[in-house]
């Protein structure tokens, strides 16, 4: 069946209402578009979990700190919606930047601490603008739960921290991070990657995967992160914001392997900027 396509919030509500009414609870998956399996998998967790699922697409102004990301983010929105379709999603929210931000806008969402790293402090700005749309998205739908990829591992616990703090009355779920073949991992920005871009951006992933086993055996981080940081520049990528071992739960930085923690990756290749991240094993 195709999704009802709704561009309101009252039309949402009235929807989602309508849902409930007739006995569904609701899943939401929030995105900004340009659909690939890293976001079905999201709607296929909601789908298993029971939910009536709701997808909102909207490329959100405020979270981007660089105009020309902005200008250049895909939009494919009939792609997006036969997407969808496939997987039986009942809603696509997708609102007008009006509809967001009328006019005389004035409120920031701005988490504290988890914010002050990564891409926080590379992008600034970028989360008071994410936890703003998505405390909106979160409070116009008002689902049981919500889906987000760890594939943004610190937007998920921002988001985490910041449901908690506001008493927002939705569980908020995380999703492992889908990859291509040969372990990229998939983003919407993939897209703009040249040829060769493509075939470079898997250093990313080997050099997460090469700093985790040899952290897990018990090597030092700094040296291998040091080694790590000098092989992805060696393998096209002109620049990185940070590649650093942090503690998974409060993303304190780890000189050392001492409780659960992840590695945390951010490089620009032909002008894109990738993120990746990935569990580091304490034995
Ligand atoms: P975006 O459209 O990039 O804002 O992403 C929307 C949601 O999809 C976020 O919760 C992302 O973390 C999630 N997501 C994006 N890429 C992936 C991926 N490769 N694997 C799992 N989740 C993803």
Do not use: W
């Not at 296929?44 to 020309?68: C, E």
């Not at 809603?91 to 601490?113: D, K, L």
């Not at 700005?125 to 919500?146: I, R, W």
Request: proline content about 4%.
């Amino acid at each position: 069946m195709s999704p009802t396509i709704i561009r309101n919030v009252a039309g949402l509500r009235a929807h989602v209402a309508q849902l409930r009414a007739s006995g569904k609870t609701i899943g939401m998956v929030p995105t900004m578009g340009a659909l690939h399996q890293g976001h079905l998998s999201l709607v296929r967790a909601a789908k298993a979990d029971g939910h009536a699922v709701v997808v909102s697409i909207f490329v959100n102004p405020t979270q981007f700190n660089d105009p020309k990301d902005l200008e250049k983010y895909p939009r494919t929105e009939d792609a997006d919606i036969a997407l969808l379709q496939t997987l039986d999603t009942e809603v696509v929210y997708a609102p007008n930047a009006r509809e967001m931000y009328a006019e005389g806008f004035a409120t920031n969402v701005h988490i504290e601490g988890i914010t002050d790293s990564l891409c926080g402090v590379a992008r600034p700005g970028h989360f008071d603008g994410v936890a703003t749309v998505v405390s909106k998205l979160l409070l116009q739908c008002l689902p049981d739960q919500a889906y987000f990829g760890e594939k943004d591992f610190q937007q998920l616990a921002v988001i985490k921290r910041m449901v908690a703090d506001l008493n927002i009355p939705v569980n908020i779920a995380g999703c492992p991070i889908m990859r291509e073949a040969d372990g990229l991992a998939m983003s919407s920005r993939n897209v703009r990657l040249s040829q060769e871009g493509r075939k470079n951006a898997v250093a990313l992933i080997t050099a997460l995967k090469r700093a985790a086993q040899a952290i897990e055996a018990g090597e030092n981080p700094h040296n291998l992160i040091q080694e790590e940081i000098a092989n992805i520049l060696k393998s096209g990528f002109d620049k990185l914001d940070y590649f650093e071992l942090r503690a998974s739960d409060n993303l304190e930085l780890l000189k050392q392997l001492d409780r659960p923690a992840r590695l945390f990756v951010a490089a620009f290749i032909d002008d894109v900027r990738l993120i990746d991240n990935m569990e580091v094993r304490a034995s």
